[in-house]
């Protein structure tokens, strides 16, 4: 269905008028061939970007020179972007950008490709064309470079990373037996990558629906410690028992829970590894809550862990419990006290998930209403009240508040 939706059948009608052609290029191609679903569509075309551009703007098309340096113009159709890049070949590179020249042949832009199955191309018509042996490939799920692989990899480190993503991905079996080779060779190479690629990468790798495969193979290799040398030597054994936790209390894989499973709860190392890897703010601060977060007992209270929430926030909690939960999962036991423990960490986990920070019914408008001059001492009382509504889980209402209120700036006063 997706081969056939007007937009794609309107960039096809434009590009492939006139002696143009296009044809769609790499992950949409895999994904239609092994049958998973196909998000973005990439289209690799031996019309030059100005021709792109001159058709679309004939057609009324808007266009976006989203990448001009290396060929690339995106049309958008309908609200839908399409990444329309004239076919290139490699004139250079130094390991971390090649330099590229515009081709009209297919076979040289595939050959400039990482691995087989990313560069697989369909015409209008749906024919597959097939210049690297990835047909074969997609069926028998091997990962592979195109041509040498050691070659490949030195063209640029981040293929290393790619190969093993793909493999978590797509792969089955044992990795490639050369690639796996090229990229162990190469790891002390990937410390000259920008941090953005290689979390980027990491991320997608986190994301696969079982990483601890591949994992394991970046263990083995030393490519896993050489991009996070804060994983613990155990740390991926952690990943089957998170993503079987995963699969039984249906929850969506999180690429950061995934990654404290293999950490140390170390909140120092965690911020050297955020700013390391350039992790966005809101990741950053995912992970130093789950640093900061002391474990919380099964036996937890409900209006205990309210307070606590509310202190603490939950994304922390969140995540902690879920790694305790993955890991009670994983033994497996089945006796009693390890059953009784798991629905105790489900109750807190579901109790988490619902929680609504309740809103402080003050602020420092009443306290100064109240008469309490400007200045540090609205604070003060303000978060005084705060406390102690809190601890008593938020019971008490604006009104009796405020008659609290009165009574503590009444107190405060010299009495004379
Ligand atoms: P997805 O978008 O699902 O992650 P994809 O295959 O589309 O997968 P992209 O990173 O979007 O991956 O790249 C698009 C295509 O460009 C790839 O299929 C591959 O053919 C080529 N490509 C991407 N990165 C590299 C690289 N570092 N070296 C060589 N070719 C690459
Ligand atoms: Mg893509």
């Given at each position: ?22 044809r769609i290029v790499g992950g949409a191609v895999r994904d239609a061939l092994i049958g998973r679903?196909v ?67 297919w076979e040289?832009d595939a050959r400039r490709r990482d691995l087989t199955i990313n560069a697989l191309y369909a015409?209008?018509?749906?024919r597959i064309y097939d210049h690297v042996g990835g047909l074969p490939d997609i069926e028998s799920r091997t990962i592979r470079f195109i041509g040498v692989a050691a070659e490949r990899v ?5 293929r290393v990373l790619r190969f093993f993503r793909f493999f978590a991905w797509y792969g089955s079996g044992r990795p490639d037996a050369e690639g796996l080779k090229a990229c ?24 696969a629906?079982?990483?601890?495969r591949a994992?394991?193979w ?199």
């Amino acid at each position: 269905a997706w081969f056939q939706a007007p937009s794609l059948r309107r960039v096809f009608s434009v590009l492939n008028a006139e002696g143009g052609e296009a044809r769609i290029v790499g992950g949409a191609v895999r994904d239609a061939l092994i049958g998973r679903p196909v998000a973005d569509i990439d289209l690799a075309t031996t019309l030059t970007p100005d021709e792109v551009i001159a058709r679309a703007d004939a057609a009324g098309i808007k266009s976006v020179p989203t990448g001009l340096a290396h060929g690339t113009v995106t049309l958008v159709i309908d609200g839908k972007p399409f990444e329309v890049t004239t076919l290139r070949r490699d004139v250079t590179t130094d390991g971390r950008h090649a330099e590229v020249a515009f081709t009209t042949d297919w076979e040289e832009d595939a050959r400039r490709r990482d691995l087989t199955i990313n560069a697989l191309y369909a015409d209008a018509e749906g024919r597959i064309y097939d210049h690297v042996g990835g047909l074969p490939d997609i069926e028998s799920r091997t990962i592979r470079f195109i041509g040498v692989a050691a070659e490949r990899v030195a063209e640029d480190y981040l293929r290393v990373l790619r190969f093993f993503r793909f493999f978590a991905w797509y792969g089955s079996g044992r990795p490639d037996a050369e690639g796996l080779k090229a990229c162990a060779r190469a790891r002390d190479h990937l410390a000259s990558l920008s941090a953005e690629r290689v979390w980027s990468e990491t991320k997608k790798l986190l994301t696969a629906p079982d990483p601890g495969r591949a994992l394991l193979w970046m263990r083995t290799s030393g490519v896993l410690t050489a991009i996070l040398p804060e994983s613990e030597k155990w740390g991926i054994d952690a990943i089957p028992g998170l993503v079987s936790a995963e699969d039984a209390f249906g929850w969506t894989p999180d690429p950061l829970l995934r990654l404290v499973a293999m950490l140390p709860p170390d909140a120092e190392r965690i911020a050297a590894l955020c700013q390391r890897l350039r992790l966005s703010k809101s990741e950053a601060a995912r992970l130093t809550r789950w640093a900061a977060c002391l474990p919380i007992p099964e036996k937890t209270a409900e209006a205990a862990l309210d307070r606590r929430l509310y202190r603490d926030g939950t994304d922390g909690a969140l995540m902690r419990l879920k790694l305790d939960l993955a890991l009670a999962h994983s033994k497996r036991e089945t006796e009693p006290e390890a059953l009784q423990r798991i629905a105790a960490l489900q109750r807190l986990l579901a109790r988490t998930e619902r929680f609504e920070k309740p809103r402080f019914p003050l602020t420092g408008a009443d306290v100064l209403a109240a008469g309490v001059p400007a200045g540090p001492a609205v604070g003060d009382i303000l978060s005084m009240l705060e406390e102690q509504w809190v601890a008593e889980n938020f019971a008490a209402d604006r009104k009796s508040l405020l008659t609290r209120l009165a009574t503590a700036v009444a107190d405060a006063k010299p009495s004379n």
